[in-house]
């Protein structure tokens, strides 16, 4: 692996056609490159005075967006771009156009997804981020976007998809501070514009039965890893739910078979202890599983000479950047301009960085399986996403690479919920006193209005 081009952060260069342009191919765009057939929205009346009160010049809004699948944006384009003025006609409210918002986005997405991709979210009104840093640049551009900026500002307080509807990650305390920021800057400006961060809850189902397609891609699964598979499909009839039960113990039996695989990996080649030998239970996988994803991010710290503090997302991003920052180089700084030594070794620590990084990325593949998340309700939309994570990890384990595209089980269709609108203003005095604590508050009230959405 040769050493890369700086990470520079990625400012936004909003360009206010490109949505009008964009919104009639959305949903070709969210069927055939999501697998979605329609876009709902539950409580809209709430966005829409949100909106039109940010139009009015009287609240600057932050939208906070629950994120576990990678087609979230796509989701928003659609809720804001079409379901917002539609339903803003109907109550006979008159919104300006485009309806349309700011947000932040990982600096590593535009990595694995293109170069291309972060160039239309730059000309889409988008900021980079590098969270495993303090990203003075990306923090700056957000603050100023809060502020000052024609249209709302969004964001995922999750920070990454964790792939699961009825699961919200431990959310990140930016999005709070970002808010507070935002209060101090208007009050230092003397604006009586409010600051309020307004909830969106989405949720992925599916609207076709997907027991056929899960079935091939079990047996696919069952191949990589050197399982039996069954001689021949799983019955199909109009129980859907019978179907993904008698499914269901080969669905177990690969997440168990690569719990075991991987604890002899780490047990045979960093001298880890683990419990060989002894049957995976329901009352040890979780437990057997924690560990796991203890020792390999472990491994990876050992690597960069990281503490291991936080949750486990925090841990990743940590790891996450500390390769960043051997895989590319400082800005400003040019590969091609270094002496031939140089170069060779700053390509030796990429590759080295890159090897030490594979352990979290498979911890991100495996953080969201868990033992009780099928089983507490038995439902295709809880056994699709649960096998997506299953083939992400099988092909990340059997390639060592990115996987390839997930499988399409079946449509679905997407649900946002807009949320009750949190007031940040009238917490500037707790803010003042006591700054983390205020953010944390806040951060715990909207993880609260995230989870009641569930």
Same mark, same amino acid.
């Given at each position: ?61 932050? =939208? ?57 979210? !730059?000309?889409?009104?988008? !900021? ?12 700056r ?91 021949s ?12 039960? =008698? =499914? ?21 080649l960093?001298?880890v202890?683990?419990?060989?030998g ?11 599983l ?21 949750? =486990? ?16 180089c ?39 399986? !868990? ?9 295709a ?9 299953l ?33 940040? !203003? ?12 205020a ?6 009230d ?7 959405m569930?």
């Open positions: 692996m040769q050493v890369q081009p700086p990470l520079d952060f990625l400012p936004p260069r909003l360009l206010p056609w490109l949505p009008r342009l964009l919104r009639p191919v959305l949903p070709l765009l969210l069927r055939f490159l999501e697998g979605i057939d329609a876009v709902e929205a539950d409580h809209l009346e709430r966005l829409v005075d949100q909106v039109a009160r940010f139009q009015r010049g009287e609240v600057r809004l932050l =939208l906070a967006f629950r994120h576990p699948q990678t087609s979230d944006p796509l989701c928003l384009s659609a809720l804001l771009w079409s379901l917002l003025p539609r339903a803003a006609r109907a109550q006979g409210v008159r919104l300006r156009a485009p309806t349309h918002s700011h947000f932040l986005y990982d600096r590593g997405i535009p990595l694995w997804a293109g170069s291309g991709v972060g160039w239309i979210f !730059s000309r889409l009104g988008g !900021s980079s981020i590098q969270r495993g840093k303090l990203d003075l640049k990306g923090l551009a957000a603050r100023e976007l809060m502020v000052e900026a024609s249209f709302p500002l969004a964001a995922a307080p999750e920070g990454a998809t964790n792939g699961l509807s009825d699961v919200i990650s431990p959310l990140e305390p930016g999005v709070a501070q970002i808010a507070f920021w935002a209060v101090e800057d208007l009050a230092a400006a003397g604006r009586t514009a409010a600051v309020e961060v307004v909830p969106l809850g989405i949720h992925y189902h599916y609207v076709a039965p997907i027991a056929s397609a899960a079935d091939r891609v079990l047996a696919d699964l069952e191949r990589a890893c050197g399982l039996p598979t069954p001689a499909p799983a019955p199909s009839g109009p129980n859907e739910g019978a179907q993904l039960a =008698l =499914l269901y113990p080969r669905l177990t039996a690969v997440a168990d078979w690569l719990l075991v695989r991987l604890e002899r990996f780490y047990g045979q960093y001298r202890s683990f419990a060989d002894t049957p995976i239970s329901e009352a040890n996988r979780g437990e057997r924690g560990h796991l994803l203890e020792v390999a991010l472990a491994v990876s710290e050992a690597s960069f000479g990281l503490a291991a503090n936080g949750s =486990l997302n925090d841990r990743c991003r940590r790891i996450e950047q500390a390769g960043w920052e051997w895989i590319h400082p800005e400003g700084a040019d590969r091609a301009a270094l002496p031939a030594v140089e170069r060779g070794l700053a390509d030796r620590a990429a590759t080295e960085a890159d090897r030490a990084m594979w352990h979290m990325r498979m911890v991100e593949s495996f953080v969201a399986v !868990s033992g009780t998340y099928v089983r507490d309700r038995l439902n939309d809880r056994f699709g996403e649960t096998l997506l994570l083939f992400t990890l099988v092909y990340r384990l059997a390639d060592g690479g990115p996987p390839p595209p997930l499988p399409r089980l079946a449509l679905r269709r997407a649900r946002i919920t807009v949320g009750a609108s949190i007031d940040v !203003s009238g917490r500037l005095p707790a803010y003042r006193a006591q700054r983390r604590q953010v944390a508050h806040l951060t715990q909207l993880a609260a209005g995230l989870g009641a569930l």
